[in-house]
């Protein structure tokens, strides 16, 4: 069973510009997680999907937005990206509102802003 | 709260050795209560989870133990090999919340 995928693996973008991060969750999961972790620090919490709907976000700025798709994948976008959006951005999945478990991560997506 | 993303504790041992690594967790209501370990450039692993109704699990070199009184979960990995090195991650969740609230970590360092 295939587990939590991200893409792209690395990234490299400059200040202004925006960059968009995909996630594929573990079939049956509904939930969709993101989070950053700059290097050698810890997760912040950036965003929830569960079902279509964004139903939580951390204490990022409004540039920082994603969706949910039908299918249960999601994409985070960050527009007019700084230097210290620089991090590895990590996508969970679990099963969701009813879920009693563990979060599966991703292998995460490393974002370079030049 | 969440993660504040402060600068990881460090914690070193010898090979061979037992490592025990400490979580405060925040909120008392929380009943379930993992431990991830993320090697350099990956994503966190599932390593063990316990639930507020054990104060003790076993796993495969890997212990964890759970004292709701004061709100302390640890992670205790026998005769520790080159290949934990890496942070360890504790995570608290209550019953019907979406939320995961993960400590800020500690890295493990093997010396061989």
Redesign the interface.
């Known amino acids: 069973e295939a587990g939590v995928t991200q893409s792209p693996t690395h990234l490299i973008k400059t200040r202004g510009q925006q960059a968009t991060l995909r996630c594929s969750p573990i079939s049956g999961h509904t939930s969709v997680y993101w989070y950053q972790q700059a290097l050698g620090l810890g997760l912040q919490f950036l965003l929830w999907y569960d079902e279509g709907e964004e139903r939580n976000r951390g204490n990022f700025p409004p540039r920082f937005s994603g969706r949910q798709f039908p299918n249960y994948s999601s994409e985070l976008n960050v527009n007019a990206l700084e230097l210290e959006d620089s991090a590895l951005y990590l996508c969970a999945s679990s099963f969701g509102l009813t879920n009693t478990g563990e979060l599966f991560f991703g292998e995460g997506s490393r974002l370079t802003v030049l | 709260g969440?993660?504040?993303?402060?600068?990881?504790p460090t914690l070193s041992v010898q090979e061979g050795d037992n490592s025990i690594i400490n979580c405060a967790y925040s909120n008392s209501a929380s009943d379930?209560f993992?431990w991830?370990k993320q090697e350099s450039?990956?994503?966190?692993?599932?390593i063990i989870?316990i639930r507020s109704n054990m104060d003790k699990r076993q796993g495969q070199r890997v212990t964890v133990l759970l004292n709701k009184t004061v709100k302390h979960l640890s992670l205790q990995i026998a005769a520790t090999q080159p290949g934990d090195s890496a942070v360890y991650?504790c995570?608290e969740k209550g019953?019907g919340t979406?939320?995961?609230i993960?400590?800020?970590?500690t890295r493990l360092k093997v010396l061989a």
Do not use: M
């Open positions: 969440e993660s504040v993303g402060l600068h990881l379930y993992i991830y450039g990956k994503g966190p692993q599932f989870d991650f995570a019953t979406y939320k995961y993960f400590g800020t970590g």
